[in-house]
């Protein structure tokens, strides 16, 4: 799943390596005062992912410092948000609160060493006493206290004798830093606040900075990370740590770049005003970027994970395209989903030369592209509704579906003409009277008719009703700013659009894709049999891949509109054919081909590489991924490797010299040092292990050191085939040839 070694994970096997920790140990320290967002699961994913990664694990820590905004109904929220995107966490949930008293020991420690007192200015005047970023800062005259007096007064802080604000706790660090942040930091302060676990038992509470670096202390956590913008904040980290001299090991912080998303806020604050201000349902709603609205949504854990590992571990803060999230469900559900049909704005046809009253039509679920079988039946009647679009009296040109002089195929079923069109008084078609071809059926066509598209319908007697919400982007603009940039569209519902039975009646799935629309999803609250509702996930196009267009094509000749899967997309006629070329004498599957055949970059490489090595599928697997992502987010001229060498590297995973894995890892070095693949490989001895002895050994080694988790697999359960093919594949840095190595296991475990 790894692209390649992010820089935490060389900082933890360097660690584990060279004996600095023995086991890894990370936590997930969310402040229980909203629910979870997107660039929450980002954080889960690394710090849950790294411990699973290396066989550590990874508490769930509640940073609950603040007694004023948190609260029970988050703690739920953040616990689902982990649970459903995959991760499980060490023993209980923790709470900072958990350690207030050993906190307030260690507090106790400093001012005893002289390292912290209580400071008794105000606000303002400590803001100025403070300094600038040229200036030194100048000590409080309460800096001087006596130890005694600190103390004392400490004391008399934690009992309630003080106002919220009169006083506070300060670290005796150095108000000339060159680090703004070790000016004397708070490390306590007064709030009269009932807490929502400790109730009124404190009225003193931590600052972050003081709890935080605690808290993984207590937890034995050997690697603290976090975001960037806590990159000041580390000097402070160590400082406590280290002045309190505590045992070894202690723990360390690393930041990586917080995850933003354009379109969409991403802070609690901001979401917390979008709820409590209604402009959404709630903090589930379709439209929001945490985790329980793209839940409810119908965005799978699979898809929010493989983003975040997509998007990658950075160090520079960037923006990612909402599309980019797209594009992965769609990738996601693409694959797995039936195909139904469900008319959103109908329009009644009356099939005037149907005789018989109704029959049923054998349609599958899915297409051919799809690994996966099951049919329904379709029933057809003399009254049946296509979608409204679907039909243009006056038709401009390049319009392929029903015109009154052009047929059309009715998906899986009968090719139908139109006769003649009804009407009301404002000149709105009302309702269309038609005719179907009897020998046209889908499969066994012998009518000799030609028509243009296949569209979706269903059947008049039979389809159910069903609410239909389609969402769209919660602001208009790329970088909201506040409410005023909320899309007054983003949400439309549709009451009355019609479905094909089998879908309320044989549920089939959750998920749907509905022919030519995009994917749905069950509202998993709204939802009854007598009253279904969808959710639309997201829509067919690809609007990403065709961003990810470097320049504007040019001298192009006329767009058309094609079909691909149903979808109308436009293409030029170059593009058309090259479609053609991709899908039927390359056999790619069609979003590759699709991909491929609209980008000019992506398709003169692909063209390069495929005169060098004749292995389509997988040279346009990793150039419309791995190299589309280089170009995306570098541009083409700043390419440091040539579709040859692309070529020379799937060459050799063809001939299994190497595995994907490695062929990944190769390829990140390809990017930044342009070298020559089969060098890299050579000279870094990477070739796959293919040899079932070698293979073999080391899967009794890893056996040896695992027992009890060899026992739980025998008793049952068969979860842990994973963890023993990652230990053997992490034996061999990732060389084995991972289809061997399920083989053997399989064999050996037994
Ligand atoms: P927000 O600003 O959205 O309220 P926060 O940082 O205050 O977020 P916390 O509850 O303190 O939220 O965050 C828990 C963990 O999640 C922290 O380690 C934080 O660094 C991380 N985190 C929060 N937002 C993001 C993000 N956008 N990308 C990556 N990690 C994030
Ligand atoms: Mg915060």
């Excluded at 402040?31 to 694990?57: C, L, Q, T, V, W």
């Excluded at 980019?324 to 109908?346: A, G, H, S, W």
């Excluded at 269903?458 to 940039?485: F, H, N, Q």
Aim: overall charge negative; glycine content about 6%.
């Amino acid at each position: 799943m790894k692209q390649s070694k992010n820089f935490l994970q060389t900082i933890v096997e360097k660690d584990l390596e060279s004996g600095k920790n023995r086991e890894i140990v990370t936590r997930f320290p969310p402040e229980p005062n909203g629910f979870p967002h997107i660039g929450h699961a980002k954080s889960i994913f690394i710090n849950f992912g790294i411990a699973r990664d290396y066989n550590g694990h990874c508490n769930l820590r509640m940073d609950d410092t603040n007694p004023t905004k948190e609260d029970t109904t988050y703690v739920e929220a953040l616990k689902d948000a982990v649970t459903w995107l995959g991760y499980e966490w060490e023993g209980n949930v923790r709470f900072t609160s958990d350690y207030f008293a050993q906190i307030h020991e260690y507090a106790i420690k400093l001012i005893k060493m002289d390292r912290a007192y209580v400071d008794s200015v105000d606000e303002e005047e400590m803001r100025e006493l403070r300094g600038t970023v040229t200036e030194a800062g100048k000590h409080s005259k309460y800096a001087s206290r006596t130890i005694e007096e600190n103390l004392e007064m400490f004391e008399r802080m934690c009992k309630g004798e003080f106002q919220d604000g009169e006083h506070v706790l300060r670290a005796k660090i150095d108000m000339s830093a060159a680090n703004m942040k070790m000016r004397d930091p708070l490390m306590y302060r007064i709030r009269h606040a009932e807490h929502f676990r400790t109730g009124s038992e404190w009225c003193i509470y931590p600052m972050y900075d003081f709890a935080h670096c605690l808290s993984d202390y207590i937890e034995g956590v050997s690697h603290s990370i976090c975001t960037l913008e806590f990159e000041n904040n580390r000097d402070i980290y160590n400082w406590v740590l280290d002045t309190l001299e505590l045992n070894p090991p202690r723990p360390y912080q690393y930041e990586f770049a917080r995850l933003g998303i354009n379109y969409t806020v991403m802070s609690k604050r901001k979401l917390l005003e979008l709820v409590e201000g209604n402009y959404v349902s709630g903090w589930d709603d379709p439209r929001l970027p945490t985790i329980a609205g793209l839940r409810r949504k119908g965005y799978t854990p699979e898809s929010i994970v493989t983003f975040c590992d997509q998007v990658g571990i950075a160090k520079a803060n960037s923006m990612v395209d909402v599309a980019q999230l797209e594009f992965t469900i769609r990738d996601d559900l693409n694959p797995k989903v039936p195909r139904v049909m469900c008319v959103l704005d109908p329009l009644k046809v009356t099939i005037e030369n149907y005789e018989g009253s109704s029959e049923e039509l054998d349609a599958s679920y899915y297409p051919d592209d799809v690994p996966r079988e099951g049919t329904r039946k379709l029933p057809f009647s003399r009254e049946i509704y296509i979608e409204r679009d679907d039909f243009e009296e006056n038709p401009p040109k390049g319009y392929f579906r029903l015109t009154p002089e052009q047929p059309v195929r009715l998906k899986h079923g009968y090719i139908i003409a139109c006769k003649e069109l009804i009407k009301d008084s404002d000149g709105k078609i009302t309702e269309i009277k038609a005719e179907y071809y009897p020998t046209s059926q889908s499969g066994s066509d012998t009518s000799g008719i030609k028509v243009k598209s296949a569209i979706h319908w269903v059947s008049g007697d039979k389809a159910k009703k069903v609410e239909v919400r389609l969402y769209d982007r919660l602001y208009s603009s790329e970088m909201p700013e506040g409410i005023e940039d909320l899309n007054p569209n983003s949400l439309q519902v549709i009451k009355d659009a019609l479905i094909e039975p089998a879908v309320v009646t044989e549920k089939p799935d959750e998920r749907f894709q509905f022919e030519r629309q995009g994917y749905f999803f069950a509202d998993p609250i709204d939802y009854t049999d007598e009253k279904p509702v969808y959710n639309k996930i997201v829509g067919l196009k690809d609007s990403w891949a065709k961003k990810r267009k470097a320049a504007p094509q040019k001298a192009q000749t006329k767009e058309k509109k094609v079909q691909i899967d149903g979808e109308v997309v436009a293409m030029t006629p170059e593009q058309e054919s090259l479609f053609a070329r991709y899908r039927e004498m390359l056999k790619l599957n069609s979003e590759v081909a699709n991909t491929l055949a609209r980008d000019v970059d992506l398709s003169a490489f692909f063209e390069e590489a495929l005169a060098v090595l004749h292995s389509p599928v997988n040279l346009a697997n990793i150039i419309t991924n791995e190299v589309a992502r280089e170009i995306k987010q570098s541009g083409k001229e700043a390419l440091k490797f040539t579709p040859k060498q692309i070529a020379e590297l799937i060459k050799m995973v063809d001939d299994t010299t190497i595995s994907n894995k490695i062929a990944k890892q190769v390829f990140e070095e390809i990017v930044t040092s342009g070298e020559n693949p089969v060098k890299i490989v050579e000279s870094k001895g990477l070739v796959q292990i293919s040899d079932p002895e070698i293979i073999g050994s080391m899967i009794d080694a890893v056996i040896e050191k695992n027992p009890d988790n060899l026992e739980k697999f025998r008793a049952g359960n068969k979860k842990l085939l994973g963890f023993f093919v990652g230990q053997v594949l992490k034996a061999t840095g990732g060389k084995a040839n991972p289809k061997i190595v399920n083989q053997l296991l399989a064999q050996k475990l037994g």
